[in-house]
T-cell receptor
Framework: QKEVEQNSGPLSVPEGAIASLNCTYS??????FFWYRQYSGKSPELIMF????GDKEDGRFTAQLNKASQYVSLLIRDSQPSDSATYLC??????????FGKGTLLTVNP | GAVVSQHPSWVICKSGTSVKIECRSL??????MFWYRQFPKQSLMLMAT?????????EQGVEKDKFLINHASLTLSTLTVTSAHPEDSSFYIC??????????????FGPGTRLTVL
């Protein structure tokens, strides 16, 4: 069973703060890692993908990957109320299928 | 670019009827499309992988005779929920991979279809 684990939250941060979202995965053969944002009643939208160990930055978002620890994180700097959503971690494992975590609900308070 | 549409966006039907959901890649060709299902407060679960011109591959526990998938062209895949029952009520989301795309393994998601079976 390929598993992707996330803290369901809710994670509550004040506006302007850094939100830190974490994800672990069980399949050591995983090669591709994605963060999606999902608003209530909507389908997921891709925020970032990362394939190599280390950090990848895109605007206010930074994805971090540590394959040895089987750990992926997403940092959101200068959090805005519009960032309030469920963040889904997804992994393409050795079976070449995209497996999603249950998501972390983030609330950014004005 | 890389826009995926779904139709309808929501549907309500009576128990025992069949419902067809369309998934289209609007500005690219998709040799592979995926169908997911999401129950409230749950994550997306892959139901099946659909390849153009061949039979779909279903995940364990998904009834292929109940969830009929047709991928007749590089831009269209359909999911038909046959003899729908209330437990089939869910949010159905398709995604598509870009054929020959530079973005390795990236899937583009449709807006989803909310199915309610009475």
């Amino acid at each position: 069973q390929k598993e992707v684990e996330q803290n369901s939250g809710p994670l509550s941060v004040p506006e302007g703060a850094i939100a830190s979202l974490n994800c672990t995965y069980s399949d050591r053969g995983s090669q591709s890692f994605f963060w999606y944002r999902q608003y209530s009643g909507k389908s997921p939208e891709l925020i970032m993908f990362i394939y190599s160990n280390g950090d990848k930055e895109d605007g206010r978002f930074t994805a971090q990957l540590n394959k040895a620890s089987q750990y992926v994180s997403l940092l959101i700097r200068d959090s805005q109320p519009s960032d309030s959503a469920t963040y889904l971690c997804a992994v393409i494992g050795s079976n070449y299928k995209l497996t999603f975590g249950k998501g972390t609900l983030l609330t950014v308070n004005p | 670019g890389a826009v995926v549409s779904q139709h309808p966006s929501w549907v309500i039907c009576k128990s025992g009827t069949s419902v067809k959901i369309e998934c289209r890649s609007l500005d690219f060709q998709a040799t592979t499309m995926f169908w997911y299902r999401q129950f409230p407060k749950q994550s997306l679960m892959l139901m099946a992988t659909s390849n153009e011109g061949s039979k779909a591959t279903y995940e364990q526990g998904v009834e292929k005779d109940k969830f009929l998938i047709n991928h007749a062209s590089l831009t269209l895949s359909t999911l038909t929920v046959t003899s729908a029952h209330p437990e089939d009520s869910s949010f159905y989301i398709c995604s598509a991979k870009v054929f020959g795309g530079a973005s390795y393994n990236e899937q583009f998601f449709g807006p989803g279809t909310r199915l309610t079976v009475l």
